[in-house]
């Protein structure tokens, strides 16, 4: 048994690195020139950052062969962080809650910052209230994201950048009063915060998107105040 394991991470990860590789490609270059038609200039701008910092960062990970990017999750269940986080788009209101893994190691180490992460798996409740003209509805969303930190390093308290994207469940196809043809998203995020000794503290940007599997695909983009624990 001992050595089925090398032989199965010799076979699958080369495989599993070409496959993401394309994928990043691939979503990278469809979802901003799709969305891009349907959002206001500064809201694409922040979307469009948001992906292409989430998939280059994933692509990086499929390059040099490591988590989330490999084989081997390679999850240290010891570090876990419990999550939460409240914002709205427009009119609807939307809470996520999430609880992540650290990856073993991180997938660069230098010598003032370094570019770390965990694997995020997130329940999302979202409601809009009645209206003069719309009934109000809600719904929900699960999904699976690695989340990864851009942090520096040699402070008192850590500053990060974060971002992450991943496959997302709808309970139903509308979001927010819009039809977005399809229960299979995908969650963007990109945040801004500052770690106090294993207490997050910080801004998270949500975009949901199909990205163009089918049309229409208006997207929702909800503007978070996160707060996470890490035991």
């Known amino acids: 048994m001992n050595n089925l394991k090398p032989r199965f991470k010799a076979f699958f990860t080369p495989l599993i690195k070409t ?4 994928f990043a490609a691939v979503l ?13 200039i500064a809201g694409d701008d922040l979307m469009t950052i948001t992906i292409l910092g989430a998939v ?16 081997d999750p390679d999850l240290n269940t010891d570090k876990l962080t419990f999550s939460v986080d409240n914002g709205v788009d427009g009119a609807a209101t939307h809470w996520r809650l999430g609880i992540g893994a650290d990856w ?5 180490e230098g010598e003032n910052w370094r570019l770390a992460g965990r694997l995020e798996a997130s329940l999302h409740s979202w409601d809009e209230k009645a209206s003069a003209t719309y009934q109000g509805d809600s719904g929900y969303i699960i999904g699976i994201t690695p989340v990864f930190h851009y942090e520096l390093k040699n402070w008192k308290y850590t500053p990060f950048i974060e971002m992450g994207t991943g496959p997302h ?14 229960q299979f998203q995908f969650g963007n995020i990109l945040g801004l915060g500052m770690d106090f000794n294993g207490i997050e503290v ?3 940007y949500l975009h949901i998107s199909n990205a163009g599997i089918a049309q229409p695909n208006p997207g929702a983009d909800f503007h978070n105040l996160h ?5």
Do not use: H, W
């Open 227 to 231: 707060i996470g624990y890490k035991f």
């Open 56 to 71: 280059g960062t994933l692509a990086y990970s499929c390059y040099i062969g490591q988590a989330p990017c490999s084989a």
């Open 28 to 40: 990278s270059i469809a979802t901003p020139n799709v969305q891009a038609q349907q959002t206001s």
């Open 104 to 108: 073993n190691k991180s997938l660069y």
């Open 202 to 204: 910080g801004y998270r």
């Open 19 to 22: 496959s993401a590789l394309a």
């Open 169 to 182: 469940l709808m309970s139903q196809t509308t979001v927010a009063s819009e039809d977005k043809a399809t």
